[in-house]
């Protein structure tokens, strides 16, 4: 039974950081790349960043780039988001899902396991 389990949200200040993970298991970790998608209330979910295999590939939103970082550790089978700079606007439920094809997707269709999700509330 494949599981992924994102912790990390809460409440910031616009201007500060968190950091979320996402924490995989029953799946071989390493053959699957990772993403991130939010989605703020009444709204599409939306791509947030994707990470290769090996690590060694990334891929950002506009909206996140330069703010956002995505990193994961096979050896522990997690991803980590490390979000600085969030703006109000960054507002929403954080979801990791994981894609056993090769290259990187923004798309959600091309994701097959998600987890639940965590809670992002930027205040201004």
């Known amino acids: 039974q494949v599981q992924l389990i994102e912790s990390g949200g809460g409440l910031v200040q616009a201007g500060g950081s968190l950091r979320l993970s996402c924490a995989a298991s029953?799946?071989?970790?390493?053959?699957?790349?990772i993403g991130w998608f939010r989605q703020a209330p009444g709204k599409e979910r939306e791509f947030v960043s994707a990470i290769g295999r090996r690590g060694s590939t990334t891929y950002y939103a506009n909206s996140v780039k330069g703010r956002f970082t995505i990193a994961r550790d096979n050896a522990k089978n997690t991803v980590s988001l490390q979000m600085n700079m969030l703006k109000p606007e960054d507002t929403a439920d954080y979801y990791c899902?994981?894609?056993?094809?090769?290259?990187?997707?923004?798309?959600?269709?091309?994701?097959?396991?998600w987890g639940q999700g965590t809670q992002v509330t930027v205040s201004s």
């Open positions: 899902a994981a894609d056993r094809s090769f290259a990187l997707h923004s798309t959600t269709a091309s994701y097959d396991y």
């Open positions: 029953g799946l071989t970790f390493s053959t699957y790349s």
